[in-house]
């Protein structure tokens, strides 16, 4: 197929960017780099290969700020009929770790984790932060279009476990991003040495916080589910100096909530803690697909819009999401939070994920100096209004393929 320097690719719709949709829009390219954006009558000149894209909308490529491509191997635990009674989380988490510790073909794992990417790329995601406990799995994502942003996730509660996290995490090489599992995993100086480590190197930091009651329940009271599960895996709580506050609370007293740092679920919060992750310009990842799948309840999106808190989107893992799909997450968002405007929605999925892991000067947008890698979606819409209403609630029925 002959290449051109230049192209101009025409649709009915242009996503420039969530609140900006152009009609008859054109986007035009050059050495994959966005030129310009507008309408198709004010770049139908340009000296490019048009290529029109007729009953699609051209709209930026997903970003996806939350998964676990090491899971997807266990992808069966996503399943219907495997999935938990509501809120019983500590079950769920107990099968699943069974079935990994019994679970040593490395090979499938991997291959598995390729398939879950090569999903992700299929519907349309261009860049991804992965968390895994395995330091091999940074190569999941050796030349794929989909880009991995990879962290070595870390836990160690009891003193032991601590002690032994904290002698790996001095002998980490640099350039591995490490970051702590969830407040009820890891101690509090695990935290902060993490934490500090992200800060010395430049590192985002990301933390499951506030998923379930349960995870509030052991934090506040040191009682609970999550208390059993520990003490059945053998960690040892007598030093555990249980916080008695929230998820959220308990990490800014810490002292890692910036911007930097990625709360991840964010659903059982307070008004207060609201108010914290506002003025620490912490960003919340929220995953409504596996939320819903282990009924751990609904995180507050409203009152997150309303206080200015940064929001992002993740699908989590294959293991608590069959779905996997940044459009499903969209669709179950607007589903949970009617009350949420699809362009606020969209850009969870887009420029929000984009600038939490600092790569908004390429994806994200469409916009001039961007990435030429976004995309079309096959879309019916006669005016904005419908634009921005099909691409948040069309879900799997998306039909997209990669303009680039």
């Given at each position: ?259 930097k740092t990625l709360c991840v679920h964010g659903v059982h919060v307070a008004e207060a803690e609201i108010d914290i992750l506002a003025q620490r310009r912490a960003t919340v990842c929220l995953c ?117």
């Amino acid at each position: 197929m002959q290449e051109f320097p230049r192209y101009l690719y025409r649709a009915p719709f242009v996503v420039s960017r969530p609140e900006t949709v152009i009609e008859d829009g054109a986007v035009l390219t050059e050495h994959g780099l966005v030129v310009a954006v507008g309408k198709y009558s004010e770049l139908k000149g340009a000296d490019a290969k048009l290529e029109e894209y007729d009953g699609c909308v051209l709209t930026p490529a997903l970003v996806n700020c939350h998964a676990h491509l090491e899971l997807s191997n266990l992808a069966h635990f996503g399943a219907p009929q495997a999935q938990p009674e509501p809120g019983d989380i500590t079950g769920w988490i107990s099968k699943l770790l069974a079935a990994r510790a019994s679970d040593h073909d490395g090979e499938a794992c991997k291959d598995a984790a390729v398939f879950a990417l090569a999903k992700l790329y299929g519907g349309g995601c261009r860049a991804v932060a992965d968390i895994g406990n395995l330091a091999a799995s940074r190569l999941f994502g050796q030349g794929f279009k989909t880009e991995v942003y990879f962290f070595l996730e870390m836990l160690g509660l009891g003193p032991d476990s601590e002690k032994a996290a904290l002698r790996a995490l001095a002998e980490m090489d640099e350039d591995f991003c490490c970051t702590a599992h969830a407040p009820y995993s890891t101690s509090p100086g695990l935290i902060r040495a993490l934490k500090k480590r992200a800060n010395d190197f430049g590192r985002l930091f990301s933390i499951h916080a506030a998923e379930s009651a349960a995870e509030i329940e052991f934090l506040l009271n040191g009682t609970g589910p999550f208390r059993d599960f520990l003490e059945q895996r053998g960690v040892t709580l007598d030093s555990f100096i249980v916080p008695g506050k929230g998820a959220v609370a308990y990490l800014d007293s810490l002292g890692v909530l910036d911007d930097k740092t990625l709360c991840v679920h964010g659903v059982h919060v307070a008004e207060a803690e609201i108010d914290i992750l506002a003025q620490r310009r912490a960003t919340v990842c929220l995953c409504p697909g596996s939320n819903n799948f282990l009924g751990v309840g609904k995180a507050p999106v409203e009152r997150y819009l309303a206080q200015g808190v940064p929001l992002t989107l993740g699908t989590d893992s294959m293991a608590s999401n069959p779905w996997f799909s940044l459009w499903h997450e969209m669709k179950s968002l607007r589903q949970d939070h009617p009350a949420v405007s699809p362009a606020q929605v969209l850009a969870m999925a887009t420029g929000n994920g984009a600038g939490y892991l600092g790569i908004a000067d390429r994806l994200g947008f469409i916009a001039p100096q961007s990435s030429s890698s976004f995309l079309a979606v096959r879309c019916p819409a006669v005016n904005v209004a419908e634009v921005l209403e099909h691409l948040t609630t069309i879900g799997g029925e998306v039909e997209l393929e990669w303009v680039e």
